[in-house]
């Protein structure tokens, strides 16, 4: 190719072909139709903010990762979490907002991150938050796992578990040890459980100088199991007496107690007192949410409860509690893992072929059916039917409408179904109720 | 605010309060809806491209407004159309696609520009082209129009006119009258015709020494008038011998013949010779489509056909016609003379108020709406009664269910009509099929 320039997509960045495309877009939709059923607002801010908003907070590895650069005399960022701009958009727009502000955003979020395969440099995040104005009832920690619930039932899944913990309960279990200055390393260790197991895990307590007596009750405190009520139970009769971890089980009592009134299965959610996310973010409820087949893909769906939203912008307390779906990376373990397959996915109905150089029945048709909501391509190149048909496989359209010259002068429509093989005479109006069906 | 940043959104973004933003998205949806029912398949190229990719056509005052920077190594730049991806994609996946693909895009472009009021940095273009492989039919020129009118009849409106000409018409006259080397400058003159009227226009004709009886011929092809079919009777009656003039009046005849064919009335499209659109970029039909109320607007869609999308980067070659909607400076427009309004914009049908402390009722009630396809919001916050009602009234809910201890105790809801003031105490089930009608 002489003088040409490759035309080549960047490492990192999810391109997708059209099929796949279709289902990417599918599983979008399903996100933010449930999103909308729990009366979240939309949100769309910029892609680009100003440096000095941007990172107010960030700092260390986050801000390595960011696409930051001068543009006139503007130092510009481009956002690489939905969060901070929902903070910032909640400090900017106060006085017209109405608390408690719930916001679903749904947009591409971008981190310069190290390119390796199924990690993206430029990826889809679907947020909801709800924001409170001072404070905010607990009840809205029960209803996150509903929007979760009904979220991966939108996307056809069935067996998933939300996993539930409360971050007071292991602050006020290290606080009642007198552990509280080695929580944070604590809590980086405990995260690790399911990858290094439990042995591991003691010996990197001892490393970090934890009495043995000590690391035998967090143990016992982690080998908690059973069903959630048995968990709660275990919970309480650990007896600890300190406020935080009272307030942690009373807020998690709660919410196990409201999941069920919002009729989340107790197949479908559990307590998880592993669990620890986000070390300085969470400070309540934390969710992550796992395939039950899948489990090896890590959280799909995580999230929890934090104290004080915008404390950058604002002195005004905005506690919240909200939920992120990272699609771009899911979309991809799912493809990459066959649980999903976009092989069939069209987005048109039928495509009407002509068998003739006479377009006017193939028009006034095509209009018709899209009137009555039904997506249809014409195909009006001059290529030889064949080659029309094997437009239509590639197009993976369920059904085709030939149009030639006995159509023409009947007045009538061939449909074929392309699964299937039928193919019968129909009236238009007789098409587009079998199109319908 | 000590030690606070200021949270600030860059000038030339646009960010809509939570009400417009729902207005927005049902009009972006309409839109995608609208591409959908004619069988285009969805595309979502990254918006970050390799510069050199990117720019591989680009340069002069495009190339200055561009967001450019280095990450590393790579030196990158925003998208600052939706043509030059598809340019890019078509050519990187030729084996993959089947054509003519069709394909819509509708995503975020950025620009430099200078800031001033209603042009933004970051905007929305939803954009739809048709791709031959070789070659593609001029009834695909027809098909565009159609599309056009599918959607801004989706989009609420009635009263626009699609404009059509054919570039070769005005290239054939020019060849016709030995000034094909005067034709950009020409046609540049000419497309300020609406702004700055005839005898401007041929006072700048002059001063480019046009001679007096060119300007006449000109102007006596721009003064053609009346009906489409008059205008077309006018153009056959020039007799101007000249293949390129008579190969657009051709395809120009083809386009009014099935612009019919598929349903748009003549009320919403026209000739318009004077249309001339992107210089030496389109080469055959060009559409600008107007508000008939609003023409002062601009034109709020438009597009044409090509000869070759991908020159830059393949020996291809690739005709292709399509359009693109300007969304966020259409929105802002609309907005900013009061067409549309986003005043009562809701994403839930109803809020569930809670006259108690008691949430169950409420949870199991959101619970059963949402599964009927009803957005449902609870206020679960302690609040005073009142200000749960303000709270309906700033989210602009049609519908209340109220749940209070007559409710709990006899099993019903209380539904209020938020804007008839209505309430009437039903079951569950009548409620729901109230909310549903």
Known sequence: MENKVEPRTLPGFMELLPNEQILFNKMKKAIQESYEQFGFLPLDT?????????????????????????????????????????????????????????????????????????????????????????????????????????????????????????RKILNGLFESLELKNDATSILRIIDKIDKIGNEAVKEELKEISISDEKIETVMKFIKISGTTDEKL????????????????????????????????????????????????????????????????????????????????????????????????????????????????????DVLIISMTDDYDMCAQVATSLREAGINTQINIENQKIKNKFKYADRLNVKNVIIIGEDEIKNNTVTLKNMISGEQNSYSLEEAIKVLKK
């Open 46 to 166: 910029p892609i680009i903010e100003d440096s000095k908003v941007l990172l107010a907070k960030a700092g260390g590895e986050t801000e390595k990762q960011i696409y930051r650069f001068t543009k006139g005399d503007s130092d510009l960022s481009l956002r690489f979490d939905l969060t901070v701009p929902l903070a910032k958009y909640v400090a900017e727009y106060y006085d017209k907002l109405s608390f408690p502000f719930k916001r679903y955003q749904i947009g591409k979020v971008y981190r310069g991150e190290k390119a390796q395969r199924g990690r993206y440099r430029e990826f889809y995040q679907c947020d909801v938050d709800i924001i409170g104005n001072g404070e905010l009832n607990i009840l809205n920690d029960a209803e996150v796992p509903s929007i979760i619930y009904n979220t991966f039932k939108k996307l056809g899944f069935d067996e998933f578990t939300i996993c539930i913990n409360n």
């Open 233 to 348: 139970e275990q919970l309480e009769e650990l007896n600890i007496k300190n406020e935080t971890f009272e307030e942690g089980l009373n807020e998690l009592k709660e919410v196990v107690k409201y999941i069920r009134v919002f009729k989340v299965p107790d197949d479908n959610f559990c307590i998880d007192l592993t669990i620890a996310r986000g070390l300085d973010y969470y400070t309540g409820t934390v969710y992550e949410t796992f395939l039950n087949k899948y489990r090896k893909l890590g959280s799909v769906c995580s999230g929890g409860r934090y104290d004080n939203l915008a404390e950058f912008y604002t002195d005004k307390k905005l506690p919240g509690v909200g939920i992120s779906i990272g699609l771009s990376r899911l979309f991809f373990q799912l493809m990459d893992n066959g649980i999903i397959n976009a092989d069939n996915e069209a987005i048109s």
